[in-house]
């Protein structure tokens, strides 16, 4: 990493495990600044004492409005300002769409996609005053692929994907840049304990339903892609002078949306008449 590392306060959501945990661990042995929140803060504590001057463990329940002020307050005043902030704090849900309950679909939204956005809105008048930042928000590459058994947590990755572009182009004449990280499976917590599977099976189901509860029992510890490199093509991006967009991570993900794309440009084109042919007729 460039020297730039050690100049950068961060601030991560959802660090108890995961991507959050490992990313606010690196970023802190490169010599840069860390606020590390959690639900427990507990669980970040071991963070702040190892590295007293530059790190911060605060409690953040994301969809609690009260905590995201309150940690923005004091990450601001801890270390002066924010340079980075990554909205990683999310979980998936297992289950067709009319199998999982709004009981269990409902807290995956508020967290996914209303706890960013509150996040995200809450440091922007400071990103804005500053002239410049980054902001990461963790997608999936379900946010660009849709799969059966996994509808509401795609419709909650494909809701951060339409927030970030229009974040991403009225962010950019102020300096701030915004990046969007699709990682396709990791050896992560998403398949432990950070996944909910819901409680109803429908047998007419069982074909799209019985794959993912399958996948979320038996992949977990199994999956390609690497943690670790993950993080560091994370700290990679905030380095570069030319951020991406979108960021895809792993093997798993490029092949899953080259597939998409192919058959997008295939359906696209086989039913291009019928589309050119909704317009007026020219002239009219």
Not at 105 to 128: C, D, K, S, W, Y
């Amino acid at each position: 990493m460039s020297a730039d590392t050690t100049t950068r306060t961060w601030f991560i959501t959802g660090c108890s495990a995961g991507f959050g945990r490992l990313l606010a661990e690196e970023v802190l042995k490169a010599g840069g600044r860390v606020v590390a929140t959690a639900r427990k803060p507990e669980q970040v504590a071991d963070l702040e004492a190892r590295y007293p001057d530059r790190a911060r463990a605060l409690r953040l329940d994301v969809t609690d409005a009260g905590q995201v002020e309150a940690a923005v307050t004091l990450a601001i005043a801890q270390f002066g300002q924010v340079d980075v902030l990554v909205n990683n704090a999310g979980y998936g849900l297992a289950g067709t769409i009319e199998e999982a309950t709004e009981e269990e679909f409902r807290p995956m939204f508020e967290t996914n996609v209303f706890g960013l956005i509150q996040v995200t809105r809450a440091f922007l008048p400071h990103l804005r005053a500053q002239r410049s930042g980054h902001i990461l928000n963790l997608s999936s590459i379900g946010g660009l692929v849709s799969t059966p058994g996994m509808g509401y947590y795609n419709a909650t990755k494909f809701a951060v994907e339409g927030l970030s572009e229009a974040l991403a182009a009225e962010l950019a004449p102020l300096g701030i840049r915004v990046t969007l990280i699709e990682p396709g499976p990791f050896r992560t917590e998403f398949l432990g304990r950070s996944g909910v599977v819901a409680a109803q099976q429908i047998e007419d189901y069982e074909a799209a339903s019985k794959g993912i509860r399958r996948y979320f029992a038996e992949q977990n510890g199994r999956q390609k892609g690497d943690p670790l490199r993950a993080v560091h093509a994370m700290m990679q991006v905030v380095e570069s002078p030319e951020p991406p967009l979108r960021l895809l991570l792993g093997s798993v993900a490029l092949e899953r949306l080259h597939g998409k794309l192919a058959r997008l440009q295939q359906e696209v084109t086989t039913w291009e008449a019928v589309t050119r042919g909704a317009d007026f007729p020219e002239g009219e």
